[in-house]
């Protein structure tokens, strides 16, 4: 028996209590910091009362954590590129991938009231107003030099060089992503050319988030990485135990989401095989189906892969591969789906994104870092596209259609891939980046990152309260 309860229990007993053996059980169950309190205020309602003993209905009542029936539990996946993928060959498959991003991106920025004057990039550059026109493009590139900034914008019609020379313009096109569409205001200037005053994003609208009507809780991990020697296994069953516990919060846990990288694969990086538990993808995933189905059946689960799993790694991704592991696929609580995906968990839309880009914006973006994964998840919002940057480190298929654009607005963005957990919130939107369950490895001790695993984020789905489980209290997570 741990001191705490028996600490609780003793209070209870030298106050003329008894303990009914079923009440002994969920006290078993209850969090040691909250024993005494709950143990406390039960005797003293009950002692007003002149009735000396606590029973299982006692504390079911106290704690809230009766079966509830009218708590809902509906998963529904609004969006799962995996059966939309055709992807298409070389050049032209590309050309129809970029003109898919600028004409979804287009629809997008059309809602602005400045687009009602929004010219082709071709008639304002034939045109050479001296008067303020809108044009909208992708970003093709953007210098600085001599306290000038240059920036050209491509639309289907051609391309234009816009110089910049306002400082506060100057920081906020320092921000731009490479691919990402934008559009500016322009006038033309015989000595300078086409000078730009304004650059709008087609970003996310102010907006009140969709609620749960019953108060259902969604639990947000990622990157597991199941197989490597650094996996934190002790500490995910942990928590994977908790969820079955008399914890009025589990109780009401409804819907885990998996960000990706549910297992560490095979051959992902250099002399990776010296780095696993578990040498073949098969025994990885064998491991998660085991671990994830000790989950109570009544909670919905979403699994989506990330860099590290099974399958194609370029983006998107369709959902891991159902031939390496069938029994994740075939579970009736179990949602396998692409990268990126949204969700609807009881009308809240969650959009779901490994953040393999975040390694390109972080890279590429003064001011940002892995450190703090919310303020790049805020960029991905403005550009309204999951991974705007072409040509660099996260590979992108030449997809004939766009699937990274977000055309809808989440309610919650749900990213993972960098191990550090963060929460925040932008414009009505909670950003959950969800951390990891790994320790530090070799790999990110060499380069200065330093994760913060074993932490679960759980979400109650009505108030959009967020809550922690830390499993990390007692673990290492650093190497020294």
Same mark, same amino acid.
């Given at each position: 028996? #741990?001191?705490?309860?028996? %600490?609780?229990?003793?209070?209870?007993?030298?106050?003329?209590? $008894?303990?009914?053996?079923?009440?002994?059980?969920? *006290?078993?169950?209850?969090?040691?910091?909250?024993?005494?309190?709950?143990?406390?205020?039960? %005797?003293?309602?009950?002692?007003?009362?002149?009735?000396?003993?606590?029973?299982?209905?006692?504390?079911?009542?106290?704690?809230?954590?009766?079966?509830?029936?009218?708590? $809902?539990?509906?998963?529904? %996946?609004?969006?799962?590129?995996?059966?939309?993928?055709?992807?298409?060959?070389?050049?032209?498959?590309?050309?129809?991938?970029?003109?898919?991003?600028?004409?979804?991106?287009?629809? &997008? /920025?059309?809602?602005?009231?400045?687009?009602?004057?929004?010219?082709? /990039?071709?008639?304002?550059?034939?045109?050479?107003?001296?008067?303020?026109?809108?044009?909208?493009?992708?970003?093709?590139?953007?210098?600085?030099?001599?306290? !000038?900034?240059?920036?050209?914008?491509?639309?289907?019609?051609?391309?234009?060089?816009? &110089?910049?020379?306002?400082?506060?313009? $100057?920081?906020?096109?320092?921000?731009?992503?490479?691919?990402?569409?934008?559009?500016?205001? %322009?006038?033309?200037? #015989?000595?300078?050319?086409?000078?730009?005053?304004?650059?709008?994003?087609?970003?996310?609208?102010?907006?009140?988030?969709?609620?749960?009507?019953?108060?259902?809780?969604?639990?947000?991990?990622?990157?597991?990485?199941?197989?490597?020697?650094?996996?934190?296994?002790?500490?995910?069953?942990?928590?994977?135990?908790?969820?079955?516990?008399?914890?009025?919060?589990?109780?009401?846990?409804?819907?885990? *989401?998996?960000?990706?990288? *549910?297992?560490?694969?095979?051959?992902?990086?250099?002399?990776?095989?010296?780095?696993?538990?578990?040498?073949?993808?098969?025994?990885?995933?064998?491991?998660? @189906?085991?671990?994830?189905?000790?989950?109570?059946?009544? /909670?919905?689960?979403? !699994?989506?892969?990330?860099?590290?799993?099974?399958?194609?790694?370029?983006?998107?991704?369709?959902?891991?591969?159902?031939?390496?592991?069938?029994?994740?696929?075939?579970?009736?609580?179990?949602?396998?789906?692409?990268?990126?995906?949204?969700?609807?968990?009881?009308?809240?839309?969650?959009?779901?994104?490994?953040?393999?880009?975040?390694?390109?914006?972080? #890279?590429?973006?003064?001011? +940002?870092?892995?450190?703090?994964?919310?303020?790049?998840?805020?960029?991905? *919002?403005?550009?309204?596209?999951?991974?705007? &940057?072409?040509?660099?480190?996260?590979?992108?298929?030449?997809?004939?259609?766009?699937?990274?654009?977000?055309?809808?607005?989440?309610? &919650?963005?749900?990213?993972?891939?960098?191990?550090?957990? @963060?929460?925040?919130?932008?414009?009505?939107?909670?950003?959950?980046?969800?951390?990891?369950? =790994?320790?530090?490895?070799?790999?990110?001790?060499?380069?200065?990152?330093?994760?913060?695993?074993?932490?679960?984020?759980?979400?109650?789905?009505?108030?959009?309260?967020?809550?922690? #489980?830390?499993?990390?209290?007692?673990?290492?997570?650093? +190497? =020294?």
């Amino acid at each position: 028996m #741990k001191k705490e309860l028996s %600490v609780a229990l003793d209070y209870a007993l030298t106050r003329g209590f $008894q303990i009914h053996p079923g009440a002994f059980e969920i *006290l078993e169950g209850v969090d040691a910091e909250k024993l005494e309190s709950i143990i406390k205020e039960i %005797v003293r309602d009950k002692t007003k009362q002149k009735l000396f003993q606590i029973n299982q209905n006692d504390l079911e009542t106290y704690l809230g954590i009766k079966d509830d029936p009218t708590l $809902q539990a509906e998963a529904v %996946v609004l969006f799962d590129p995996t059966s939309k993928i055709t992807t298409g060959e070389g050049t032209k498959g590309y050309n129809a991938l970029f003109v898919s991003r600028f004409n979804k991106l287009k629809r &997008i /920025i059309s809602d602005r009231p400045e687009a009602r004057t929004l010219r082709s /990039i071709s008639t304002a550059r034939d045109e050479k107003s001296e008067k303020k026109a809108y044009v909208c493009g992708l970003v093709m590139s953007r210098s600085s030099e001599r306290n !000038i900034t240059k920036v050209v914008l491509e639309d289907p019609s051609g391309t234009i060089e816009g &110089i910049i020379f306002d400082a506060d313009l $100057q920081k906020t096109a320092g921000t731009l992503l490479t691919d990402q569409l934008v559009m500016a205001s %322009v006038v033309f200037d #015989k000595k300078f050319g086409f000078i730009i005053r304004e650059i709008i994003a087609p970003d996310i609208p102010d907006m009140a988030a969709n609620r749960s009507e019953s108060e259902a809780y969604a639990v947000f991990l990622s990157d597991l990485h199941i197989g490597s020697k650094y996996f934190m296994e002790k500490e995910l069953v942990e928590f994977v135990s908790w969820l079955s516990s008399p914890d009025p919060v589990a109780k009401r846990i409804r819907f885990v *989401l998996i960000g990706g990288d *549910l297992v560490d694969g095979v051959g992902i990086y250099p002399n990776q095989d010296r780095e696993l538990v578990c040498q073949t993808v098969e025994e990885q995933l064998a491991k998660a @189906e085991e671990i994830i189905g000790r989950i109570p059946e009544y /909670i919905k689960i979403v !699994i989506m892969p990330g860099n590290h799993d099974p399958g194609r790694r370029a983006l998107p991704q369709p959902a891991i591969p159902k031939k390496y592991n069938a029994g994740l696929w075939e579970r009736e609580n179990i949602s396998m789906v692409g990268n990126p995906a949204t969700v609807s968990l009881n009308g809240v839309k969650v959009t779901m994104f490994h953040g393999q880009s975040i390694d390109d914006i972080v #890279k590429t973006t003064p001011g +940002l870092s892995y450190d703090r994964p919310a303020d790049v998840m805020k960029h991905l *919002l403005r550009a309204r596209h999951m991974s705007p &940057i072409y040509g660099s480190q996260t590979p992108i298929a030449p997809e004939t259609e766009d699937l990274l654009v977000m055309e809808d607005v989440p309610d &919650i963005f749900h990213v993972g891939h960098v191990h550090r957990m @963060e929460v925040d919130r932008y414009r009505g939107v909670l950003l959950v980046n969800s951390g990891s369950w =790994q320790k530090q490895t070799p790999f990110q001790a060499s380069v200065g990152m330093v994760p913060n695993p074993g932490i679960a984020v759980l979400v109650n789905l009505k108030t959009f309260k967020v809550f922690t #489980k830390d499993l990390s209290v007692n673990s290492d997570n650093i +190497l =020294q």
